[in-house]
T-cell receptor
Framework: DSGVTQTPKHLITATGQRVTLRCSPR?????VYWYQQSLDQGLQFLIH???????AKGNILERFSAQQFPDLHSELNLSSLELGDSALYFC????????????FGPGTRLTVT | DQQVKQNSPSLSVQEGRISILNCDYT??????FLWYKKYPAEGPTFLIS?????DKNEDGRFTVFLNKSAKHLSLHIVPSQPGDSAVYFC????????????FGTGTRLTVIP
């Protein structure tokens, strides 16, 4: 158990809909990262928040947005969903924003039908 | 553009033998490298890391070797055990950048009893 929690574990929704994925980092970790893993692909970095502020963006679509709240939990919002958005979405946390280990949650499997 | 590459999608080894997983990278700014292990339906679990100031790091049965001139790293597992069967991801980050991780596509290791 990494100490990072993600909800829900599974999500099935239709095209055009909007969903919110939630992540709680390990106690004491200030950085939260979101990654997407599509079928047979490596994990693709989406976005990084540090202590409530956006630090970096990766391959995140404009239809996707995220935020980190004062209690340090984070939410990833996916809107106008398309079939290609079906993937595993992982959240990771680390103590600081520098190079170092990131600890991953169990992921949310999103299926868009 | 895949900056971290794992060219072997799968590897099978006999229990007790050595497993060698390889990883190549293209970005010379990467200065921190990590290996993660992933079981089905779980998030990636941090295994071992190495800074670019070193060429070897060892932790029990796991050793990571870094060849900066070749932009290549490898993970050695010896002796291999059936419980090591999982997907192994290589990841890299740059301390001068956003510190997000760039992942390879993974190598599925099967240790045969």
């Amino acid at each position: 158990d990494s100490g990072v929690t993600q909800t829900p574990k599974h999500l099935i929704t239709a095209t055009g809909q909007r969903v919110t994925l939630r992540c709680s980092p390990r106690s004491g970790d200030l950085s939260v990262y979101w990654y997407q893993q599509s079928l047979d692909q490596g994990l693709q970095f989406l976005i990084h928040y540090y202590n409530g502020e956006e630090r970096a963006k990766g391959n995140i679509l404009e239809r996707f947005s995220a935020q980190q709240f004062p209690d340090l939990h984070s939410e990833l919002n996916l809107s106008s969903l398309e079939l290609g958005d079906s993937a595993l979405y992982f959240c990771a946390s680390s103590v600081i924003a520098g190079s170092g280990e990131q600890y991953f949650g169990p992921g949310t499997r999103l299926t868009v039908t | 553009d895949q900056q971290v590459k794992q060219n072997s999608p799968s590897l099978s080894v006999q229990e007790g033998r050595i497993s060698i997983l390889n990883c190549d990278y293209t970005n010379s700014m990467f200065d921190y490298f990590l290996w993660y292990k992933k079981y089905p339906a779980e998030g990636p679990t941090f295994l071992i890391s190495i800074s670019s100031i070193k060429d070897k790091n060892e932790d029990g049965r796991f050793t990571v070797f870094l060849n900066k001139s070749a932009k290549h790293l490898s993970l050695h597992i010896v002796p291999s055990q059936p419980g090591d069967s999982a997907v192994y991801f290589c990841a890299a980050s740059a301390s001068t950048g956003a510190n997000n991780l760039f992942f390879g596509t993974g190598t599925r290791l099967t240790v045969i009893p």
